[in-house]
């Protein structure tokens, strides 16, 4: 027991990036300016050229996205109830309605049949996400939104890196949202992007993240719309582009962690322990986490408690989002739900991170299998 403790996560900031953010420090310029600029450049050769924004967190990214949609009271906004809260929070943000889907209990991302009975007249919009970095079945995703003339606002905050069938997630679709917090897989400590269609829609973003400004000539300034504050400084970006140089090595190692968890796991892992492991997919993932869902015999805050004991810190990705007080209040209940109750309750993130050596892995996985079998 006298080992150091193994986070779940821990971002990886290399000696480059932080000399990067002293010469943005020392360069007089800290705020939005080239830094931004170049990694909304990059953003964008990534996503096949397709227009990206940054704003200063992957919440106000979905909160601009439906405004881009023209998304407000009224409307109804289906989404998943696993997911970081933010999710639904920005839908009532502009004033529009929650309104959920269960999730598959195999991928744990939204059910697109549920999807598809949940959708009315007042419809306008689905907002799937991509939990652990694995994207729904884009195909079919976008053949219903085509089909019931829906607008799409990717919650991709975990799936930069991810792709579909050989596509960067990103480079098509319709809005597509990603998220630099520290723990994401590429972090600008705080931060989010948003990719866009078109020009117009890329302007109505520079407006809604700068007090709606526009500037013309030297002194020009206009305001037409309501916008807020949450543009990019030039200090996140300069971490963002050091990180983002790394996207394919980071990748690349986090699918190598879930390999080796998969095989330390072994084929019976399940059958013995009743515990579910994540879907092996090594063709698209980004494997943001790599999550077990308990058996319902073990509570998780035991589970938590026992594995903390042992070093090795757990998270918990995450809970109902309906079964939350604000939601309930709304008139969200136990059981409306029954897989999304389920998985909220006994999900767990294991350590996940670039520099976890192999055995840190097979520490994380001795310890899950010893508290399992007790
Ligand atoms: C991280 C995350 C967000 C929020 O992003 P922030 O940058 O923390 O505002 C939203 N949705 C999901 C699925 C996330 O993982």
Redesign the pocket.
Known sequence: MNQPFLPFARPVIDEDTIAAVGDVLRSGWITSGPKVALFEQQLSAWCGGRPVRTFN??????EIALRIAGIGPGDEVITTPI??V??ANVILEVGATPVFADIDPVTRNLDLDAVEAAITPRTRAIIP???SGLPVDMNRLYALAARHDLRVIE?A??ALGSTWRGRHIGAFGDLVSF???A??NVTST???CLVVNNAAEATLAEKYRLQGVTRSGLDGLDVDVLGGKFNMTDVAAAVGIGQFAHIERITARRKALARLYFSLFGGDFSVTTGAQLPVADFENSNWHMFQLVLPERMPRAVFMAQMLERQIGIGY?YPAIHLLTMYRARGFTDGMFPVAERVGRQIVSLPMFTTMTDADVARAVDAVKTVLAA
């Open positions: 967190s992957g919440t106000c990214t979905m997911s970081w933010a999710t996400v991509y939990l919650d905050a975990q998220s630099f917090q723990n994401k705080e931060g989010g990705h």
